[in-house]
Structures are given as structure tokens and as C-alpha cells.
């Protein structure tokens, strides 16, 4: 395991670098916020001996000059600080942009501190992100697929005003990119990227917002429509939980429809649970997961990694509904009721054991949790 620090903790890539690691086990590595960076004595005992420092902090939107001041301004802060450390890390890990150099005052900004910060005598590992996206993206800011599902959540229609093409690459590939996590589990830091443009995508994400508007699970052949499928379904939860289920009923007794899935692979079970005992207790990083309690009375207690306020759901058998699981939520289900309790599950992949992207965290007694999106 590596100790790493990281600049930019509560951005959108390094929430998603900090989940990664929790997931995995690691230390929880050394936040390096804008204070650490204005001194460099304080910068340099902070990275002191760390064998990694991941350079995640930028300016992305703003006035051109803003832009291209604030992004040379933090990689200056950053390399002085290095120049001063008396155990320098081993290697700088800088979230460089594949615009580096194209002429934008974003472009040439992040070209410019990539200088700086190879200038330091510390290896540097220049890193050409694509467009990234994933969940919990701030929609008008980190990307393209963040604003479109934040659109389509919300009932509008999402407007194309320049069609090109795009790469897109999941933000938990890139993290694991990033802090040098070896390829396992959902995630690949070989980045692969999926091509496609701006209005192909707008039609994509359109038609998963029309499937799943009932519940109905989009087709989901490939990682990138998972992915895409977990980024809408971000901009969804809570407000869109749970979502009622109607009972059919005659003389035989009751149906309910819990799942209608376009394609892909899936998996189905169901579990009876006693008075007062709990199921779950762990998130997972790309896996949908449905819960529907067909008898008793339960409640699903859910928190996104990082924050502490924990949302909770009272569900009875007697008026079903289903509700799925976002990811990078630790999720638990507690019977609250006097008799036993029946739930049906439903997960969009096979289960495997050596593979089964299931990470254990308590819902209400988290460890120290890493920074929140925004922060």
C-alpha cells in the first residue's frame, strides 16, 4: 500500500481517489488543502516521507484569466513546497488534461504547470486525462454527462449546441490511474474510453431516463452502460425513492412486477430476515443493486462515503416498492417488524467471489470519511 497526498481532495476526482482507496483498505492519505499550499514549510512536513503525491487540485471554470493564473498558481505552491521537503516523495502524480498545450488559457495553464512541477527533481508522472464523468459530478461544471443527467432527472431536455466527438473515461478508472491501484475489481486504470458524441450521448442518456422513469432497468450490455447507467441514477437518488410497485390480486392471490430488465446480465434472490436483524452494511463501486420487501416491515438506512447524514426509508410488504441502491452508498436493511421479513434482491451481475464488489462500511459509525464532492 502506498501513503499518498493529494491536493483537490473535495473535488470530483479526488472524492472518487479517496473512495477507491477506503474501498481498498489503504491509509487514509494526507489532505493537502489551499492553506497547506500558500506555505511552503507547512506543505513540505506534510509530504514529508509520503511516497506519492497526487496533484488533483485546478481552476476549470471561470474568467480565461482566473483560469490560467489559478492553475500555474497551485503547481508553483506545490513545487516550492517540494523544493523544501527534506524527504521529498518519491513521485508527483499531476491530473494533467489531453488540452494541455492547445492554445485555451485552460490548455496552455495546464501546460505550464506541468512544467513547474517537473522542474522540482521529483519523478513526475503527467497524467492526460480525458473527459471524465461519473457519479455525483456537478452538473455545469465537471462535465458534459453530469449536466445531461441532471437535466433528464429533473424532467427537462437536454439541449445540443455543438456536436463532436467525445472520449469519456469513468472517474473511478481514472483514480485508480492516479494512486497506482493495479487493475481488479470494476475498475481498469488502463482508462479505457468510450468514443462517442455529443448528440449520440444525449440520445443515450435519454433513453435510459425513459426506461428506468417506471423502474424498468435500461439495457446494460457493457461497463461504460453501467457506468452511465450509476451516473444518471446519482442525479436521481433520493428524490426519486422509493418507487412504488402496483399489486395485482384475484382469487389465487398477489403478483408484483419487481423487476423488467432491457438486456444485460442479472441475478435474482430472495431472503427471509428475523425480528431485529440486519442485512448489508457495505457500498459497492459500480454494482446496481434492488431491494424490495415483499412481507413484513423493514427499514433501508443509506449514506454516501464521505458525508454522515444517513437517509432512511420505511418499507412494508403490504404496499411494495422498490429501491435501488446508488453506488458509493454504504447501504443496510433492518427488520423492524415482529415477523419474519422476505425481500427480493436483484443485482445486474453474476455474483463472483473473487470479484464481488462488495466493500464493507457500517451505515452509522463511519471511519474518518473523506472530504465531500464540493468541499
Known amino acids: 500500500m ?9 473535488g470530483f476526482l479526488g472524492w472518487h481517489v479517496r473512495v477507491l482507496l477506503r474501498a481498498l483498505g489503504w491509509p487514509e492519505p494526507t489532505v493537502l488543502t ?10 513540505a512536513a506534510r509530504v514529508d516521507g509520503v511516497d506519492r503525491v497526487l496533484h488533483l487540485a485546478g481552476v476549470n471554470r471561470g474568467e480565461p484569466a482566473e483560469v490560467a493564473a489559478g492553475n500555474v498558481q497551485l503547481a508553483a505552491q506545490l513545487a516550492e513546497g517540494l523544493k523544501h521537503c527534506a524527504n521529498p516523495p518519491a513521485r508527483v502524480v499531476y491530473a494533467n488534461s489531453v488540452q494541455a498545450g492547445n492554445g485555451s488559457p485552460y490548455g496552455d495553464s495546464k501546460a505550464a504547470a506541468a512544467r513547474l512541477l517537473a522542474d522540482t527533481g521529483v519523478d513526475l508522472d503527467n497524467v492526460l486525462l480525458p473527459n471524465l464523468y461519473g457519479e455525483h459530478g456537478r452538473p455545469y461544471y465537471n462535465s458534459a454527462v453530469a449536466t445531461f443527467c441532471r437535466v433528464l432527472a429533473e ?9 463532436r466527438e467525445l472520449g469519456l473515461v469513468h472517474v473511478t478508472d481514472a483514480a485508480a490511474r492516479l494512486a497506482g491501484v493495479p487493475a481488479g475489481g470494476s475498475w481498469d486504470p488502463a482508462m479505457p474510453a468510450l468514443r462517442i458524441s455529443v448528440r449520440d450521448l444525449v440520445g443515450r442518456l435519454t433513453e435510459v431516463a425513459a426506461t428506468y422513469r417506471t423502474g424498468e432497468i435500461p439495457s446494460l450490455v457493457d461497463r461504460h452502460d453501467v457506468r452511465l447507467f450509476n451516473t444518471y441514477r446519482s442525479h436521481c437518488f433520493p428524490a426519486h425513492y422509493p418507487l412504488p410497485l402496483p399489486r395485482r390480486g384475484d382469487a389465487r392471490g398477489e403478483l408484483v412486477e419487481t423487476v423488467k430488465a432491457h438486456g444485460g446480465a442479472g441475478q435474482t434472490f430472495c431472503s427471509t430476515t428475523r425480528p431485529g436483524i440486519t442485512r448489508g452494511e457495505h457500498f459497492h463501486l459500480a454494482k446496481v443493486e434492488r431491494f424490495v420487501v415483499l412481507r413484513g416491515s423493514a427499514e433501508i438506512s443509506l449514506r454516501r462515503v464521505g458525508d454522515t447524514e444517513v437517509l432512511r426509508f420505511p418499507v412494508r410488504g403490504e404496499e411494495p416498492v422498490l429501491v435501488d441502491m446508488p453506488t458509493m452508498w454504504v447501504h443496510k436493511l433492518v427488520n423492524t417488524g415482529p415477523d419474519e421479513l422476505v425481500t427480493m434482491f436483484w443485482t445486474n451481475e453474476l455474483f463472483d467471489p473473487d470479484r464481488p464488489d462488495t466493500w464493507p462500511e457500517p451505515v452509522e459509525a463511519a471511519r474518518p470519511a473523506p472530504v465531500a464532492v464540493g468541499a
Open 2 to 10: 502506498l501513503r499518498l497526498a493529494v491536493t483537490g481532495a473535495g
Open 34 to 43: 489551499r492553506s497547506d499550499l500558500a506555505d511552503p514549510a507547512v506543505l
Open 155 to 163: 424532467g427537462g431536455r437536454p439541449e445540443v449546441h455543438a456536436d
